[in-house]
């Protein structure tokens, strides 16, 4: 969980960036979230430069004008000032703030989407996008790789891609591959499913099931989830056989097994003692 001291320093650079794009497109939020996100991708591979916009011993102003002389004439005005005002903030530990400015790069790729109308659509290229990774043990294990050059998974995906999803999906997935958080790539998705979701004000249930839900099923589930959850729900859902039948349900840390498969796996170890 983030810090006090890192949720005000966060704030603040949300609040300043907020009102520095009031009136920006979903082109000009798109050109400020992937410059962002490049000095998040030079915070990852420069751990003194972190230490040093994180130095206690300097003053807030003090770190924010280093940043600043340090990116002149790189990187526009509302980007800099906006990264500016997390390096004048507080962190405990260096990796926090870059943690702080890849999520705010992510953050601005949403609020792009938003504005372009685009969020559901992002979502749900994200998850299948899982999905596809998910059924090629080949390309997960080749994006996943932590050995392998980012920017050589990078292009793979982007060739993988190119025409078929929209723009936010696409840096999004990018990032999951740089590692959103130091996670794993699959993990990284997932979290971005969640984050592009929260942006909707929904909450996501990934739902498993042994044949495809029809359309009356799935709204009668996403009405069950959002009664008990007291928000609207994203159903993801994903087929596997294997299950037999019944549905499994997790949503965040709540997972609600309903399977034929768990009962047969219980009735088994039952019968075993």
Do not use: C, H, W
Request: charged share 30%.
């Amino acid at each position: 969980m983030m810090a006090t001291v890192n949720r005000e320093s966060y704030a603040a650079a949300v609040e300043k960036l907020t009102a520095d794009t009031r009136t920006a497109t979903a082109a000009q939020l798109a050109t400020t979230a992937d410059e962002i996100l490049s000095v998040a991708r030079l915070l990852r591979g420069q751990p003194r430069l972190r230490r040093a916009l994180t130095d206690p011993s300097r003053s807030g102003a003090d770190r924010a004008e280093l940043f600043r002389s340090l990116v002149a004439g790189k990187l526009g005005a509302t980007a800099v000032e906006a990264v500016a005002s997390l390096a004048a903030g507080r962190f405990s530990r260096p990796a926090e703030l870059l943690d702080a400015v890849e999520r705010l790069g992510v953050d601005t790729v949403l609020a792009a989407t938003e504005k372009a109308d685009e969020l559901a659509e992002v979502e749900d290229e994200l998850f299948r996008f899982g999905q596809v990774v998910s059924g090629d043990p080949e390309l997960a294990v080749t994006l996943s790789d932590p050995g392998a050059s980012i920017d050589r998974r990078v292009k793979l995906v982007r060739d993988l891609l190119k025409g078929k999803v929209r723009l936010g999906t696409g840096r999004l997935i990018e990032v999951a591959i740089e590692g959103l958080g130091g996670r794993g790539f699959e993990t990284s998705l997932s979290r971005l499913v969640e984050l592009t979701a929260a942006k909707r004000d929904r909450e996501v249930a990934y739902v498993t099931v042994a044949k495809l839900l029809d359309d009356a099923e799935e709204q009668r589930l996403a009405a069950k989830l959002s009664d008990i959850y007291g928000r609207q729900v994203s159903l993801k859902v994903d087929v596997d056989p294997s299950i037999i039948g019944g549905v499994s349900v997790r949503v965040g840390s709540d997972l609600y097994d309903g399977t034929i498969l768990r009962r047969l796996n219980e009735a088994r170890q039952a019968f075993a003692k």
